[in-house]
C-alpha cells in the first residue's frame, strides 16, 4: 500500500471547518482512500473512503484531487468532540487480492478543536 | 446492532501467566482484526482473518502469540506466558471486504 504524509498536529476553532490534509503521491489506480479517527482510549472509527471522485456523508466530506496525489478530510463544523488523532491511509480495494486486509496506520494528525 | 464486542476491557495479569482475550465480530462481517496499540509504536496488525481463516500473521509478535477463530461469531488472542512488553491495549476490528471497519473498544492489557 502507498505511504501517506499528514502533518502532526493541528488546531481547529469550534464551530468553524477542519480542514486535514494527506498526501499520497505513490498512490495507485486501485488504491483506496480511507480515513479514521481514536478518540482517546477509544477504538478507531472509520470515518469515510473514496477512489477518485468526492464524498460526503453524515460526519465528513472527503475531497481527492485529480491526479490523486493527496486528499483533504473536510469536518464542516467542527465540535469539542471531534478532537482527536486522525489517520489518512490508502489501500487496495476490489478484485480477489487477500492484500485488501492487511494495512497499517501511521502517525495520523492530532486535531484539537478549541472553543 | 451491538458492534464489535471484546472482553475483557481490563486484565492485570502476572509474567509468565496465560492470557486470553476475546472478540465477537458482527454477525455478518468475513474479515476480523487484531491490532495492538502502544505509544511507542502506534496501532500494529497483529492477524486477521477472513471468513474464519487465518491469511496473514506476520505481525505477531512472536511464537508466544496465538490467535484462532472456530466460528464466525467468535475470536481468541491468546499469549504465553505473558511478559511486561506485552502490556498494551489490543483492539479486534471486523469488516465486509471494501468497507471501513469496525473497532472494539479495546482490551487494556498489563502484564507486571
Known amino acids: 500500500d502507498a505511504k501517506t504524509t499528514q502533518p502532526p498536529s493541528m488546531d481547529c476553532a469550534e464551530g468553524r471547518a477542519a480542514n486535514l490534509p494527506c498526501n499520497h503521491s505513490?498512490?495507485?489506480?486501485?488504491?483506496?482512500v480511507y480515513w479514521y479517527r481514536q478518540i482517546h482510549s477509544q477504538g478507531p472509527q472509520y470515518i469515510i473512503h473514496?477512489?477518485?471522485n468526492n464524498e460526503t456523508n453524515e460526519m465528513a466530506s472527503l475531497i481527492i484531487t485529480e491526479d490523486r496525489k493527496s486528499s483533504t478530510l473536510i469536518l464542516p463544523h467542527a465540535t469539542l468532540r471531534d478532537t482527536a488523532v486522525y489517520y489518512c491511509?490508502?489501500?487496495?480495494?476490489?478484485?480477489?487480492?487477500?492484500?485488501?486486509?492487511?494495512?497499517?496506520f501511521g502517525a495520523g494528525t492530532q486535531v484539537v478543536v478549541t472553543p | 446492532d451491538a458492534g464489535v464486542i471484546q472482553s475483557p476491557r481490563h486484565e492485570v495479569t502476572e509474567m509468565g501467566q496465560e492470557v486470553t482475550l476475546r472478540c465477537k465480530p458482527i454477525s455478518g462481517h468475513d474479515y476480523l482484526f487484531w491490532y495492538r496499540q502502544t505509544m511507542m509504536r502506534g496501532l500494529e496488525l497483529l492477524i486477521y482473518f477472513n471468513n474464519n481463516v487465518p491469511i496473514d500473521d506476520s505481525g505477531m509478535p512472536e511464537d508466544r502469540f496465538s490467535a484462532k477463530m472456530p466460528n464466525a461469531s467468535f475470536s481468541t488472542l491468546k499469549i504465553q506466558p505473558s511478559e511486561p512488553r506485552d502490556s498494551a491495549v489490543y483492539f479486534c476490528?471486523?469488516?465486509?471486504?471494501?468497507?471501513?471497519?469496525?473497532f472494539g473498544s479495546g482490551t487494556r492489557l498489563t502484564v507486571v
Open positions: 476490528a471486523s469488516s465486509r471486504r471494501n468497507y471501513g471497519y469496525t
Open positions: 491511509i490508502v489501500r487496495v480495494g476490489g478484485g480477489t487480492t487477500d492484500s485488501w486486509g492487511k494495512f497499517q
Open positions: 473514496g477512489l477518485k
Open positions: 505513490t498512490i495507485s489506480g486501485n488504491e483506496y
